[in-house]
Structure formats: C-alpha cells, structure tokens
Nanobody, 124 residues
Framework: QVQLVESGGGLVQPGGSLRLSCAASGFTLEYYAIGWFRQAPGKERQGVSC????????YYADSVKGRFTISRDNAKNTVYLQMNSLKPEDTAVYYCAAWVGGGSWSSAGEYDYWGQGTQVTVSS
C-alpha cells in the first residue's frame, strides 16, 4: 500500500523552527519528485518546495526562500522540510506529495500520492 506520512508539525513562536518529515512506504521515494504544499483556512493549496529525483533540482516558493530547506534521505525513504524564522503567515496544514515529474512542481494536480497533512501553527 502506497503511503506518505507527515510528522513534525506543532505550535511554535514567531522566529522559531520546525522540521517536518515525510516518510514513504509501499514505494521507493527516491524515484519520485517530492513536494511540500500548505493550505491555510479559506485559501488554496500552495506549493512550498520540491526536490526532484534527477540532479536533486530544488525549488522554493518566493515566500519561503532563505528560510526553508528541503532535503531527502533515500536510505530512510524520507524527505524533510526544515523551516526556520517562522512567521504567523506560515500557519497552515502542510502536506507532502509525490509525482513522477515532467510538469510544474507547484501544481497540486501533477502529484500522484499525498499524505494526510500535519498542522503548523506559528503564534505567540
């Protein structure tokens, strides 16, 4: 059974950090591009970052550049999203997703598999 499971969300103060994990089971994650998306209440799902399979090309939304870092550990079949200097506007449910690539990394419709999401709340 193909499954993606996110973890690492929580409540953090502005300026703080969190590391999200996306663990895959039922398939080999290194053969897929992995994206992170987020969705705040009343807003559309937004692409945050993506790491591809070939040459590990990496993409970030402008709103998180310089603060978030995506990485993968193929031995653990896991992708991470390190989030630093968090802001209240980063509050959302964060999802990881897998796709075979070839389209637009920030388009949610391109992705084949999705996790259930993890809540990130940035508040004092």
């Amino acid at each position: 059974q193909v499954q993606l499971v996110e973890s690492g969300g929580g409540l953090v103060q502005p300026g703080g950090s969190l590391r999200l994990s996306c663990a895959a089971s039922g398939f080999t994650l290194e053969y897929y591009a992995i994206g992170w998306f987020r969705q705040a209440p009343g807003k559309e799902r937004q692409g945050v970052s993506c790491i591809e399979t070939t040459d590990d090309a990496i993409y970030y939304a402008d709103s998180v550049k310089g603060r978030f870092t995506i990485s993968r550990d193929n031995a653990k079949n896991t992708v991470y999203l390190q989030m630093n200097s968090l802001k209240p506007e980063d509050t959302a449910v964060y999802y990881c997703a897998a796709w075979v690539g070839g389209g637009s990394w920030s388009s949610a419709g391109e992705y084949d598999y999705w996790g259930q999401g993890t809540q990130v709340t940035v508040s004092s």
